[in-house]
């Protein structure tokens, strides 16, 4: 019996990369994508390998059109495509709005939020016809708390990814396609350090009701459930996984 294929964006690393290892555990062969770090990449690679899936590693910037057709380049030759996580994202340094530049905003929000609907839209084309799919967007809580002070251009990217996530859901529910969002909260992964504060998660974490970090597996496995057959009536919202904040 051949094994269901997703697709994750930003999978060399922190939430991608646990989605990745979880997935193949719970049998999915995977396409996933990196930026710049091979290493990682295929340390993941190998990780899903070992739990049986096929698997292919592709660089890709998803800013650039080309970079998605050769995404999905390898998707088809793996063969259909029964999953995608749009996790794929960047951060700037922490910096005020007053100080943000038109250099830095066209950067963010062509990963964050263009890049990430042409994957989704590509995802899309190759799900309807066959009337099955899920698609889960990684957003973040940035997009309720506005991150004042020091990623509010972030902030706004993932507040555009989860009205996304509720239009597209809506367009393509009647085709059989689910799709949510699932928005992490402070969370133990590289992209605090990415944004010049690594121990920005740790400091924070007594804002938090639950008084602690997540983890990229607990972000996983909400992305996982949500992917699963025990989501079925799931759709066109986004999940926060943020120990309650």
């Known amino acids: 019996m051949s094994r269901p294929l997703c697709l994750i964006t930003g999978a060399s690393t922190g939430i991608g990369a646990a989605c990745a290892v979880l997935a193949a555990e719970r049998g999915y062969d995977l396409v996933l994508t990196y930026n710049s770090g091979l290493a990682g990449a295929q340390a993941i690679a190998a990780a ?23 995404i999905f380049g ?24 007053a100080d943000l530049t038109h250099g830095r905003l066209r950067q963010m929000f062509d990963v964050n939020v263009i890049g990430a609907m042409l994957v989704a839209a590509a995802a899309v084309k190759r ?20 991150s004042a002070n020091q990623y509010v251009d972030y902030a706004a990217t993932k507040a ?10 809506d367009e393509v ?20 350090a990415k944004g010049g504060d690594p121990d920005r998660a740790a400091r924070l974490a007594g804002n ?38």
């Open 173 to 192: 529910a009647p085709s059989g396609l689910r799709v949510m969002g699932v928005a992490p909260g402070l969370i133990e992964t590289e992209i605090h």
């Open 208 to 245: 938090v009701p639950m008084r602690r970090t997540g983890s990229a597996d607990e972000v996983a496995q909400a992305v996982l459930w949500l992917m699963s057959d025990q989501a079925g009536y799931v759709t066109g919202s986004t999940l926060d996984v943020t120990g309650g904040r």
């Open 127 to 146: 799900m309807e016809p066959r009337g099955q799919g899920v698609i889960i967007n990684i957003t973040s809580a940035a997009a309720r708390l506005g």
């Open 48 to 70: 899903c390998e070992a739990l049986g899936a096929r698997t292919q590693i592709v660089q890709a910037d998803v800013a650039r059109p080309e970079a998605i057709d050769t």
């Open 74 to 97: 390898a998707v088809d030759t793996l063969g259909p495509l029964d999953a995608l996580i749009n996790n794929a994202g960047i951060v700037g340094l922490a910096t005020r709005v």
């Open 160 to 169: 555009a990814m989860d009205i996304f996530t509720k239009g597209l859901s």
